[in-house]
């Protein structure tokens, strides 16, 4: 069980830190659709992962 918690703390704080770092990326004009669907991409994705394991520590 604490391995689950320190991976979902592990993902809260990349998630916090992809959200600020999309934030400073929109505030530039040159930034690319690239760049932030790659970021939204990751940022889903980790969400997707805590979702699971929310799951899972509900569960056991």
Request: proline share 2%.
């Amino acid at each position: 069980m604490g391995d689950i918690t320190g991976r979902i703390e592990a993902l809260n704080a990349r998630h916090a830190a992809l959200e600020d770092q999309l934030a400073e990326l929109l505030k530039r004009p040159s930034a690319s659709a690239e760049e932030i669907a790659a970021i939204k991409k990751e940022k889903l994705e980790i969400k997707d992962e805590l979702a699971l394991l929310q799951r899972e520590t509900t569960e056991a």
